[in-house]
């Protein structure tokens, strides 16, 4: 049986945000985009670092899928992005999204099922990145 890990940025009132800019997700009115930047340091660095040094498969929502694939296909080596490159990403939505960054799979019907099927499979853990309502959807 695969982990599946949950790695998110949440405050303790609920804001989840990824530590880019204030332009990264500014969706119904959001004005606090890049909040955690200020906190970031070495230790974040090293949990960072060692959360992507792999083997792992991504699952996604489809709002995180969309910013992830809008930056690191074609972000700077030293940004890190080889190992969420090289990873499956698979990808849970209620539509069908444009999946164009490579090795990225859409999750059929119900979330929590596919997930729960996923995990059953050989592979390396799943990391979960972000995606605040699929990790809702997955606490239920």
């Known amino acids: 049986m695969r982990r599946l890990i949950v790695t998110t940025f949440l405050t303790l009132d609920g804001v989840m945000q990824a530590p880019g800019g204030p332009e990264e997700d500014p969706?119904?009115?959001?004005a606090y985009g890049g909040w955690s930047v200020n906190y970031w340091d070495d230790v974040m660095d090293r949990?960072?670092?060692?959360?992507?040094?792999?083997p792992f498969d991504l699952v996604l929502g489809r709002k995180t899928y969309d910013i992830f694939a809008a930056y690191w296909p074609t972000?700077?080596?030293e940004a890190g992005g080889k190992p969420l490159n090289d990873a499956t990403k698979y990808v849970a939505s209620r539509g069908?999204?444009?999946?164009?960054?490579?090795k990225s799979v859409l999750l059929e019907g119900d979330a929590a099922e596919a997930?729960?099927?996923?995990?059953q499979t050989n592979g390396p853990?799943?990391?979960?990145?972000?995606s605040g309502n699929l990790v809702q959807t997955l606490l239920r």
Do not use: M, T, Y
């Open 27 to 30: 969706s119904d009115g959001f």
């Open 47 to 54: 949990f960072q670092a060692q959360a992507i040094r792999g």
């Open 75 to 77: 972000a700077p080596e």
């Open 96 to 102: 069908r999204p444009n999946l164009e960054w490579s």
């Open 115 to 119: 997930v729960a099927a996923l995990k």
């Open 125 to 130: 853990e799943l990391q979960v990145h972000g």
